[in-house]
């Protein structure tokens, strides 16, 4: 009976999607990270350090995790096709389970090398290896800071930040447990670090890859409340019914939302059906970020006998 659709909310960056607009800041986040890399495996060869070569060995899952998200971002926000009318955008949401499956990798090689460390300690220098571990934190909080905003709005980016702030956790832990064996000659710490470092990893990681794996599932966002918003539907002047009403997310940023509403006889001529829209696309647009919404209007009885596949 007739269709219609609406951007409601903020429009996207000017990228395209929500995590185009830190495609920059990723790249020099990505930068420290390669320079720290070199950097801690040289100074866990020097120094004899587990928890320097753990922390080494996450840094290098941070850069290849940077180095993901900006090329899911590449094809991300590339135009739409007949074959992919949404373009490439999920390859975002892709990029952050993958980076999950990364942590979770490293995460059980670091405590299963931490328990093989202290069945056989090492004799690990204390004073270097906080040097190279102060180097670290150091980088990581740049890091951090670069990534701070973009991490609320977009997986793809969050996905890297919790990357990096795992790895600023692991460095904190280095230098903490480098100046316990320089004071104290305890070995036991460096191998006690990179248990935490690990513990660290698991939570954050599991978390995200929930989130990735709901847009995957087209789960309705988090944000969005499912009954307010058939509220506010079904609130427009001239709508009298409600089905079909489906809410999920393309990617990080790009909300999208289809509905059949049931309108009164008298609403369905062309004025009537455009107004309606007009006031289903403010509404939502007014209360909801959702980035695309389609509505179907019809009249009464029309579900009764419309194609199964429309449900």
Not at 24 to 40: D, E, K, P
Not at 270 to 284: F, I
Not at 302 to 308: C, D, G, N, Y
């Amino acid at each position: 009976m007739g269709a219609g659709h609406a951007h409601g909310g903020p429009a996207p960056a000017a990228g395209g999607t929500a995590a185009a607009a830190y495609r920059r800041r990723l790249r020099v986040a990505l930068f420290i990270t390669l320079a720290v890399l070199v950097t801690q495996i040289t100074g866990g060869l020097l120094a004899d350090s587990l928890a320097l070569l753990a922390d080494a060995g996450h840094m290098a899952t941070d850069a290849l995790g940077l180095g993901m998200a900006l090329l899911a971002i590449h094809f991300a926000n590339k135009p739409a096709s007949e074959r992919r009318t949404f373009g490439l955008a999920r390859a975002e949401i892709l990029a952050a389970l993958a980076n999950c499956l990364l942590l979770l990798g490293v995460g059980g090689y670091i405590l299963f090398e931490a328990v093989e460390r202290f069945i056989e300690p090492a004799g690990t220098d204390g004073a270097l290896t906080a040097v190279f571990g102060a180097i670290g934190l150091v980088a990581n909080v740049i890091s951090l800071s670069l990534l701070l905003r973009g991490q609320r709005e977009s997986l793809n980016v969050r996905g890297a930040f919790l990357e990096v702030l795992a790895d600023a956790l692991g460095s904190l832990a280095v230098l903490l447990s480098a100046l316990v064996v320089a004071t104290t000659g305890w070995q036991g710490a460096d191998p006690a670090a990179s248990l935490v470092i690990g513990a660290m990893i698991v939570p954050r990681t599991l978390r995200l890859a929930r989130e990735a794996l709901d847009v995957l599932l087209e789960s309705a966002p988090r944000d969005v409340d499912m009954a307010e918003v058939r509220e506010h539907i079904l609130a427009v002047d001239g709508v009298v019914g409600l089905h079909d009403l489906h809410v999920w997310t393309i990617t990080s940023g790009m909300p999208v939302l289809s509905a059949h509403v049931v309108v009164t006889q008298q609403t369905l001529d062309s004025v009537g059906q455009e107004r309606v829209l007009h006031d289903l696309q403010l509404c939502l647009g007014d209360h909801f970020d959702v980035e695309h919404c389609t509505f179907q209007l019809e009249p009464r009885g029309h579900a009764a006998h419309e194609a199964k596949l429309c449900h």
